[in-house]
């Protein structure tokens, strides 16, 4: 490709040679706490500066892998250490008696071994040395499976173990993603590269615009512009070599092959009735597109010879579509407040069922763990659902509903490790909310700021890691969030 190769430039940071690690000294789980203690102290007097940061990442999350592989091997010695100090202290005895006791009892070996036992191992929690890692009296009794983990949290801190708030520096606000070329109207589109450090911003100034996510100065790689043809969505292909972008009343898209660097326009699709292509999907197979249509159609077109191969339609408009995490299945919600289920080889619907007090449906979308599917309506309400109650239930009942919304919910994204979903509207400045989905609970700290800084979002998503979050506003601009406990992209 000539100037502005997107695939060919270094957009992944660069790494030294791995040298052979030495072992390293044995680790002193009280040193390591008390060390830890006296830095978080220091962090608190530090405030909001850059070196409070980098050393609390350093601290909790930079050195994370090598704290955990010490960790592994030690919470289970010191487990069964506190295990075996119990057993003698309860028993009363000293060591001179246990060990005649036991030269006096014969050794006895087990006719067979279940490897099962040792992780289902009850622990008694209230004992002096554990009482400190239990959270409530229901937690008396805990598997040794499950201390293990609870005393790994403790050290190197866990993003899920306050689900009521974000821990103080989980998210930084970085540089805007597109701050090296900013729009001059509202952003439509915000969307990480599948597998690239890169991040795609497209809006109504007629442009399509690549760069590199650094956190720091987010620098452009490419930037094109479509004459006459504000861009209402624009999508990486499934393998991330081309960008599908169509526009607000236009028939015509357009495809953008990264890898050769040519802009072709899509006059016509075979097969295709519709006076407009705008809304679409890119299914996770690859290789196909999902339009949608009007009076409620939904076309399947194939990227390779531009045709529609089928068609799928539910009673009313469509508001929203969201596959299942394999492209199975499909899920659409109507303006009437339905969902339907249809099954992507088959093309038939397999389910239907009414949104919980939902009177219009505005969008939707479904966790990439198959797990859950979220649901928004116009009143702003955000139902959260189990995706198998969706398949097999006539009548689905959401295992939450989010309310902290007014206004109408036009933009939901679940996480890559399907931990978070992120929901807004944009029909009010500010108004977006991160939902902690193992509690089904909204932190209460996010957005957070004395000025605004998120205005009107109308798309959200996150890194392919959960490394970053970013969100399009209608000031031009792509706020981009670090998430400090994803270490990755």
Same mark, same amino acid.
């Given at each position: 490709?000539?100037?502005?190769?997107?695939?060919?430039?270094?957009?992944?940071?660069?790494?030294?040679?791995?040298?052979?690690?030495?072992?390293?000294?044995?680790?002193?789980?009280?040193?390591?706490?008390?060390?830890?203690?006296?830095?978080?102290?220091?962090?608190?007097?530090?405030?909001?500066?850059?070196?409070?940061?980098?050393?609390?990442?350093?601290?909790?999350?930079?050195?994370?892998?090598?704290?955990?592989? $010490?960790?592994?091997?030690?919470?289970?010695?010191?487990?069964?250490?506190?295990?075996?100090?119990?057993?003698?202290?309860?028993? =009363?005895?000293? %060591?001179?008696?246990?060990?005649?006791?036991?030269?006096?009892?014969?050794?006895?070996?087990?006719?067979?071994?279940?490897?099962?036992?040792?992780?289902?191992?009850?622990?008694?929690?209230? /004992?002096?040395? $554990?009482?400190?890692?239990?959270?409530?009296?229901?937690?008396?009794?805990?598997?040794?499976?499950?201390?293990?983990?609870?005393?790994?949290?403790?050290?190197?801190?866990?993003?899920?173990?306050?689900?009521?708030?974000?821990?103080?520096?989980?998210?930084?606000?970085?540089?805007?993603?597109?701050?090296?070329?900013?729009?001059?109207?509202?952003?439509?589109?915000?969307?990480? /590269?599948?597998?690239?450090?890169?991040?795609?911003?497209?809006?109504?100034?007629?442009?399509?615009?690549?760069?590199?996510?650094?956190?720091?100065?987010?620098?452009?790689?490419?930037?094109?512009?479509?004459?006459?043809?504000?861009?209402?969505?624009?999508?990486?292909?499934?393998?991330?070599?081309?960008?599908?972008?169509?526009?607000?009343?236009?028939?015509?898209?357009?495809?953008?092959?990264?890898?050769?660097?040519?802009?072709?326009?899509?006059?016509?699709? $075979? =097969?295709?009735? %519709?006076?407009?292509?705008?809304?679409?999907?890119?299914?996770?197979?690859?290789?196909?597109?999902?339009?949608?249509?009007?009076?409620?159609?939904?076309?399947?077109?194939?990227?390779?010879?531009?045709?529609?191969?089928? *068609?799928?339609?539910?009673?009313?408009?469509?508001?929203?579509?969201? !596959? +299942?995490?394999?492209?199975?299945?499909?899920?659409?919600?109507? %303006?009437? =407040?339905?969902?339907?289920?249809?099954?992507?080889?088959?093309?038939?619907?397999?389910?239907?069922?009414t949104d919980d007090g939902c009177v219009k449906g505005t969008s939707i979308?479904? +966790?990439?763990?198959?797990?859950?599917?979220?649901? =928004?309506?116009?009143?702003?309400?955000?139902?959260?659902?189990?995706? %198998?109650?969706?398949?097999?239930?006539?009548?689905?009942?959401?295992?939450?509903?989010?309310?902290?919304?007014?206004?109408?919910?036009?933009?939901?994204?679940?996480?890559?490790?399907?931990?978070?979903?992120?929901?807004?509207?944009?029909?009010?400045?500010?108004?977006?909310?991160?939902?902690?989905? +193992? +509690?089904?609970?909204?932190?209460?700290?996010?957005?957070?700021?004395?000025?605004?800084?998120?205005?009107?979002?109308?798309?959200?998503?996150?890194?392919?890691?959960?490394?970053? !979050? *970013?969100?399009?506003?209608?000031?031009?601009?792509?706020?981009?969030? $670090?998430?400090?406990?994803?270490?990755?992209?």
């Open positions: 490709m000539a100037d502005g190769n997107v695939i060919k430039l270094p957009v992944t940071e660069e790494r030294a040679p791995a040298k052979k690690k030495a072992r390293p000294p044995k680790f002193n789980a009280r040193q390591e706490a008390q060390t830890r203690q006296k830095n978080v102290r220091r962090l608190a007097a530090l405030g909001e500066e850059d070196g409070s940061v980098k050393l609390l990442e350093e601290l909790v999350f930079g050195a994370e892998d090598e704290l955990v592989e $010490r960790l592994v091997e030690e919470d289970e010695q010191q487990v069964d250490t506190l295990l075996l100090e119990d057993a003698a202290e309860e028993s =009363g005895q000293s %060591e001179a008696e246990d060990e005649a006791r036991q030269q006096r009892q014969p050794t006895r070996v087990a006719a067979w071994v279940d490897e099962d036992d040792e992780l289902e191992e009850a622990v008694y929690m209230k /004992h002096r040395y $554990r009482r400190d890692l239990i959270k409530g009296e229901a937690e008396s009794i805990m598997t040794k499976q499950k201390l293990q983990q609870r005393m790994r949290e403790q050290r190197t801190g866990n993003f899920v173990a306050s689900p009521d708030s974000l821990p103080s520096g989980v998210l930084r606000k970085c540089l805007p993603a597109n701050s090296a070329r900013p729009s001059d109207d509202r952003l439509t589109t915000v969307q990480f /590269h599948p597998s690239a450090q890169v991040v795609m911003t497209a809006g109504l100034d007629q442009s399509v615009s690549l760069f590199q996510v650094d956190g720091k100065t987010n620098p452009k790689i490419q930037s094109i512009h479509l004459d006459r043809f504000p861009v209402h969505k624009a999508q990486f292909s499934h393998d991330g070599e081309t960008v599908i972008a169509t526009s607000l009343k236009n028939k015509m898209f357009y495809l953008y092959d990264m890898m050769e660097g040519r802009v072709t326009p899509v006059h016509t699709v $075979r =097969g295709l009735n %519709e006076a407009r292509v705008k809304e679409f999907s890119v299914c996770p197979e690859g290789g196909a597109l999902l339009l949608t249509g009007t009076n409620g159609y939904l076309h399947l077109l194939t990227l390779k010879t531009k045709e529609v191969v089928r *068609s799928m339609k539910i009673n009313g408009d469509i508001s929203g579509v969201a !596959f +299942s995490h394999d492209g199975s299945k499909v899920y659409a919600n109507s %303006e009437e =407040g339905e969902v339907y289920v249809w099954d992507m080889r088959s093309s038939r619907c397999v389910n239907r069922f979308a479904a +966790s990439p763990n198959g797990r859950y599917l979220a649901c =928004g309506s116009q009143a702003g309400v955000v139902n959260i659902y189990s995706q %198998e109650a969706c398949l097999n239930s006539a009548n689905p009942k959401p295992l939450r509903a989010v309310m902290n919304l007014l206004t109408s919910a036009t933009s939901l994204a679940f996480n890559p490790s399907s931990e978070i979903l992120a929901i807004a509207s944009r029909a009010e400045d500010e108004a977006i909310r991160l939902v902690h989905l +193992s +509690s089904l609970s909204v932190f209460s700290n996010f957005p957070v700021s004395k000025k605004k800084m998120v205005y009107r979002a109308s798309c959200l998503d996150f890194s392919p890691h959960s490394g970053f !979050f *970013s969100l399009a506003n209608n000031k031009g601009h792509a706020p981009l969030f $670090r998430l400090l406990h994803y270490k990755d992209f």
